[in-house]
């Protein structure tokens, strides 16, 4: 999944057009009967003017995110991909899980999702197993320790 394909989803949840709405109810900051607290952060090329994509933090997992979802969900815009943002915002993400806290981050991604495996595997993420979701596709979870 990526930027292009709604992901994260944390920044399609709103409608944008009334953009003081949409950055107050960005993030979640109480939790409720199926979501945690989160933080959205966006990476923006200054020299271009250019978001080139956003991840959204979980400050910890409940039952559907620890089977699904873990506590980090990136995008990079479509016509950004290939050039290492990816590797760069999760490694920007995992900074502000070790100030929250979270000493081991849970990642998940699709199989099929060669991209996003290679961007957590190069932020130290390990492959824990790999399940069919409702779906019926096969999703991996990794595990990355923060020092």
Known sequence: MGYGDGSPWAIFKNDCHDFDHYLEQLELKAPTENRVPDSVFFLLDEGRNRLLGAVNIRHYLNDTLLQTGGHIGDGIRPSERGKGYGTEIVRLALMECK??????????CDKENAASAKTIIRNGGVLENEFVNEDGETEQRY?????
């Open 99 to 108: 100030k929250l806290g979270i000493d081991r981050v849970l990642m998940t």
């Open 143 to 147: 595990w990355i320790i923060l020092a």
